[in-house]
Each structure stands twice: as C-alpha cells, then as structure tokens.
C-alpha cells in the first residue's frame, strides 16, 4: 500500500538500502508502524543532540537499535538523556559515547 511505501521511504531517506530495511522490519517489525514524520523528527532530534552525521547514525544507533525511530526526543529520549547525564556526572562527550556504545539507553524511562 502507499502508506507502507511511504514508512519504506522514511527508512530509506536515513540512508538504509533495500536489503537494511528488509533486515530491520524483520528483526524490528513495528518499524513498519512508525510515520515517516515521527522518524524524520526522531532521527533529526536524535542526530542533532549525539552530533552524528547521518553515516554514524544509521550505522550506530538504527541499526542496532530501530526503535529509537518510534521514540519522541521531547518525552521520551530527553529527559533520559538529561536524567543519565545528571546522575552519572557525565559531559555531553561522554554522554554520546554512552549511547553510542549502548544506544539501549535512549528508550531509558
């Protein structure tokens, strides 16, 4: 249908091949269910707070871990980053290599 091609479309803009999103939706169906302006905002948010060009990102935080497309920064990501920074007496450069080892931690509530 053309909203299934429009979320394949999404995916396909953060610079996943075919075969990438073939092996994302498999592992990770609810991909499928994200809006492509909900991944658009995620992922711009997303890029923008770990300072990753859009190479590292898909690499290092969609691949392992595609639900961070379906999580709003403002609710969901933000403050878990703020609250992880916080209780850990992190920079933000060391913040970033936390995720970027363990991205598992942007879905932290």
Sequence with gaps: TAMLQDRVDALKALGLTEAEVRRVAARVPEVLSYSPAVVAAASAAQRARLELD??????????????????????DVAPALDALK?????????????VLGA?????LS
């Excluded at 916080?86 to 936390?98: F, N």
């Design 54 to 75: 859009e190479a590292a990102f898909k690499k290092r935080i969609v691949l392992r871990l595609p639900q961070a497309l379906g999580l709003r920064y403002d609710r």
């Design 86 to 98: 916080d209780a850990l007496g992190l920079s933000e450069s060391e913040l970033r290599q936390l």
């Design 103 to 107: 991205p598992q931690v942007l879905g």
